[in-house]
């Protein structure tokens, strides 16, 4: 797998996709080393429970080795995985039958949806942002799912709307419409749980939706 000319490193995914339909194991455990971290962070996001977005992780590779003859490469490897993971995660969802604890990523990123408060200096600052991570938290959980993995997939993940809406199978301008009420849903609840003022919730900028955040 490695050496001055076969420099694993400089593969692409596609290349190590077509060395695992050979047979090349080496080369799937490759994919897994690469693409482990993103798929467990999508599980544990969108279920919130560690050790089942272990097991949806663990799964997910497990069920792409075995689909690995089928995959013709229509779509990225990176798109094929990310869809077999959020399928994986749904039907945890249906089968547990509740709704899912919203774990939020590490820091406080989840509260920069709802706010564009600077770096943190104090103590204090720390401490309201958690606060208000945590509630962000307890927003997410009362969403819809499809507007919940939107805004995973977009503000967690990087995705672009059309990567979204290629993985959700919806219209792109239906991926735009979740998240941005997704949004306002949030904005809603912080404002009612006095987390913070009426109307300072933002997404983005520049990407904001006036209609959105102004109304």
């Avoid at 420099?7 to 482990?36: H, K």
């Avoid at 429970?49 to 490897?77: I, Y």
Wanted: hydrophobic share 40%.
């Amino acid at each position: 797998m490695t050496g001055p000319d076969n420099d694993v490193m400089t593969w692409t995914d596609e290349d190590l996709v077509a060395r695992s339909r050979g047979g090349d194991v080496d080369s799937f455990n490759e994919l897994i080393l690469r693409w482990e971290r993103p798929i467990y962070a999508l599980a544990y996001r969108v279920i919130g429970r560690e050790e089942d977005a272990r097991d949806v992780c663990q799964e997910t590779f497990l069920r792409a080795f075995r689909a690995l003859p089928g995959f013709r490469g229509q779509a990225k490897f990176s798109s094929w995985i990310y869809r077999i993971a959020l399928n994986l995660c749904r039907d945890w969802i249906r089968r547990q039958r509740r709704t899912p604890v919203v774990a939020m990523p590490e820091g406080v990123e989840p509260a920069d949806l709802a706010t564009d408060s600077g770096p943190v200096e104090t103590i204090e600052d720390l401490v309201a942002r958690k606060e208000l991570s945590s509630a962000v938290a307890e927003a997410m959980a009362l969403l819809p799912e499809e507007q919940r993995t939107a805004i995973i997939l977009k503000e967690y993940h990087g995705m672009t709307f059309q990567e979204i809406a290629d993985l959700q199978g919806c219209p792109l301008s239906t991926v735009k419409t979740r998240l941005y009420q997704g949004l306002a849903v949030l904005r809603r609840h912080l404002e009612k749980s006095g987390r913070m003022a009426p109307r300072a919730v933002a997404y983005r900028r520049p990407k904001v939706v006036p209609s959105i955040v102004e109304g």
